[in-house]
C-alpha cells in the first residue's frame, strides 16, 4: 500500500474529532455531561423548512445534476435576502454561486488563487479550515494574531513588507469564532484599503452574521465601501437556520473572484441538491420572525451564561453575536489542561482555545448549545471547581 500523501500526513487531527473522543469516553462512563463544545445548533431546523424539503424531494425534475454554480431560482432568493438586509444589490448570474456549506468554499478558495509559495493571511485563532486550505493548495500561512489587546481584529500594520508581497488572500471572519469579536466599519474600510495596496483577496466568512444580540446587527462586508472590488462574502444557512446537516451556503461579491471559485467548484463538485436548494429558498425569502425567534433563544443563553460567569469573577466578554464565549483560563492554566479539569470535574466539555491556533492559548470556548437549565447547570459546576 503506498504512503499517505506528505500533506495528510502532515495534518494534526481535526480538533473535533479529538473532542469527540472525549465525549465518547465520558459518556461510556456514566457522566452526566453537558456538551458545549462544538458549533452545531442543539435546535431543530424550523418545520415549513423541512417541509418545503419534503415537497420538492419528491419532484422528479429535482432528482438530477444541480448546476454546479446553483439553480438561478436560489441565486435570486441570496440576492433578495441581500437586499432586504442589507440593501445590497447582487447580479444572480455573476455575483452569486452556491456552496456545498461554508466550509467547502473555504477549503477550495485557495485553489483557485494560490500557488505553491503563495502567502495566505489567516486570522489566528480561527476556524481550522482556513489553514488546512491553504496548506492542500501548497500555500504558505501568515498568522494574523488576534488578541484582547487589538480587540481582537488584525493588526494590518505588524505584518511584514515581504509578506504583504507575497500574500494573495485575506480571510476575515466577523462575528468571529472563536472569540465572538464584531468588527466595526473602520477595521473593514482599513482592511480594503491594504488589500487595494497590495493586491490582495478578502475573503469575509460571515457564518454568524446572523447570530447577534441585542438588536445590534452585524455589517454585511459589502455595506462598506470599495469591498466589491477587492472581495467576496461567505454566508451559510448552517448556524442562522439550524441547518448545518443539509450543506448550503453561499459566496457573493465581485464577480471575477466568484468566477474564479465556481471555476474550481465546476471540476470537483456537482452542486447542492435541488430540493435542498429549494427547502434553501424557502428560509431565505421567509420573514424576519424566524430569526428573532432563534435569536431570542441563544440571547436567553448567553446571558445565563454570560452573567454566571461573568458574576463569578471569570474573564469573559459578553458575546454580541454568534453562539461562543470565549473565556480567559483562570489562574495561568494550559487551554488544554482547563478543559480537562473542566470535563472530568464539572462534566462539561468545551474546546480548548489553543485548538484554534497559537494565540488561542490561554483561552477555553464555550458554545451555548443546550438550554439555559443546563447552562445554569455547568456554571454551577464549573464555579465549584
Ligand atoms: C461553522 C463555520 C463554518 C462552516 O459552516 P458550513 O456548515 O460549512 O456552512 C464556516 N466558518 C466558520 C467560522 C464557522 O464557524
Not at 477550495?108 to 486570522?123: E, K, W
Request: aromatic share 10%.
Amino acid at each position: 500500500m503506498p504512503e499517505l500523501s506528505d500533506r495528510v500526513k502532515n495534518l494534526q487531527p481535526y480538533p473535533f474529532v479529538v473532542i469527540e473522543q472525549k465525549k465518547r469516553e465520558a459518556l461510556a462512563k456514566g457522566v452526566d455531561l453537558i456538551d458545549l463544545s462544538i458549533g452545531d445548533p442543539d435546535l431543530a431546523t424550523p418545520e415549513f423548512i423541512v417541509e418545503s424539503l419534503r415537497k420538492a424531494a419528491g419532484i422528479p425534475d429535482n432528482h438530477h445534476y444541480p448546476s454546479s454554480a446553483g439553480m438561478m431560482s436560489f441565486r435570486e432568493a441570496v440576492a433578495r435576502w441581500y437586499d432586504r438586509r442589507s440593501s445590497i444589490k447582487l447580479d444572480p448570474a455573476s455575483e452569486v454561486v452556491s456552496l456545498i456549506g461554508s466550509k467547502e468554499a473555504v477549503g477550495h478558495m485557495p485553489l483557485a488563487y494560490i500557488n505553491p509559495g503563495d502567502v495566505v493571511l489567516v486570522p489566528s485563532p480561527g476556524y481550522p479550515v482556513y489553514e488546512i486550505g491553504t496548506m492542500f493548495a501548497g500555500g504558505a500561512c501568515h498568522f494574523m494574531p488576534l488578541t484582547a489587546g487589538n480587540g481582537f481584529l488584525p493588526d494590518l500594520d505588524a505584518i511584514p513588507a515581504d509578506v504583504c508581497k507575497r500574500a494573495r488572500l485575506m480571510w476575515l471572519n466577523y462575528p468571529n469564532n472563536p472569540t465572538a469579536a464584531l468588527a466595526p466599519r473602520e477595521f473593514f474600510e482599513k482592511a480594503i484599503g491594504f488589500a487595494k495596496e497590495h493586491d490582495i483577496i478578502i475573503v469575509h466568512d460571515a457564518a454568524y452574521s446572523e447570530m447577534y444580540f441585542d438588536g445590534n446587527k452585524p455589517l454585511s462586508f459589502l455595506e462598506v465601501d470599495g469591498a466589491r472590488e477587492v472581495g467576496i462574502e461567505m454566508h451559510s444557512l448552517s448556524k442562522t437556520y439550524n441547518m448545518t446537516g443539509w450543506r448550503i451556503g453561499y459566496a457573493v461579491g465581485n464577480s471575477d473572484i466568484i468566477a474564479g471559485l465556481a471555476k474550481i467548484k465546476s471540476n470537483l463538485d456537482s452542486g447542492v441538491f435541488q430540493a435542498v436548494q429549494e427547502a434553501a429558498i424557502t428560509a431565505l425569502d421567509s420573514d424576519e420572525s424566524v430569526l428573532d425567534g432563534i435569536r431570542k433563544t441563544y440571547q436567553a443563553r448567553r446571558d445565563a451564561m454570560y452573567d454566571g460567569l461573568h458574576g463569578a469573577g471569570f474573564e469573559v466578554n459578553r458575546p454580541g453575536a454568534t453562539f461562543y464565549l470565549w473565556m480567559k483560563v483562570p489562574g495561568g492554566q494550559s487551554s488544554a489542561g482547563y478543559a480537562a479539569v473542566v470535563l472530568e470535574k464539572a462534566g462539561v466539555l468545551a474546546t480548548p482555545g489553543s485548538g484554534f491556533g497559537g494565540p488561542g492559548e490561554g483561552y477555553i470556548r464555550f458554545a451555548l448549545t443546550d438550554g439555559v437549565e443546563r447552562i445554569k447547570e455547568a456554571v454551577e459546576r464549573i464555579k465549584a471547581i
